[in-house]
């Protein structure tokens, strides 16, 4: 098992920045994929952004050249998110798969003015 503490979220205005970290605790592989989806009331969750430990990073293209992914090691993931729209107000969670999936129980980002 696998467990995710997610903090960072909050208010902020458009053009403001915010940064989520994640760390993963329990029975972690040194070869994994972490990163972050987000789901808008009445959306499906999509993905915005994941890197493996190895380095290869997917991004969503509504956050390419706003987001950035970055890990330390095998157990933590950030997402620094600048020049943020209100059309981003999601909730966020976190994810780390192996040969399974786990989630974060999800922070609340609200870009609002």
């Known amino acids: 098992q696998v467990q995710l503490v997610e903090s960072g979220g909050g208010l902020v205005q458009p053009g403001g920045s915010l940064r989520l970290s994640c760390t993963a605790s329990g029975l972690i592989f040194m070869i994994n994929t972490m990163g972050w989806y987000r789901q808008a009331p009445g959306k499906q969750r999509e993905l915005v952004a994941t890197m493996a430990t190895g380095g290869n990073t997917v991004y969503a293209d509504s956050v390419k050249g706003r987001f950035t992914i970055s890990r330390d090691n095998a157990k933590t993931v950030a997402l620094q998110m600048n020049s943020l729209k209100p059309e981003d107000t999601a909730v966020y969670f976190c994810?780390?798969?192996?040969?399974?999936?786990?989630w974060g129980q999800g922070t609340q980002v609200t870009v609002s003015s």
């Open positions: 994810s780390y798969r192996d040969a399974s999936n786990y």
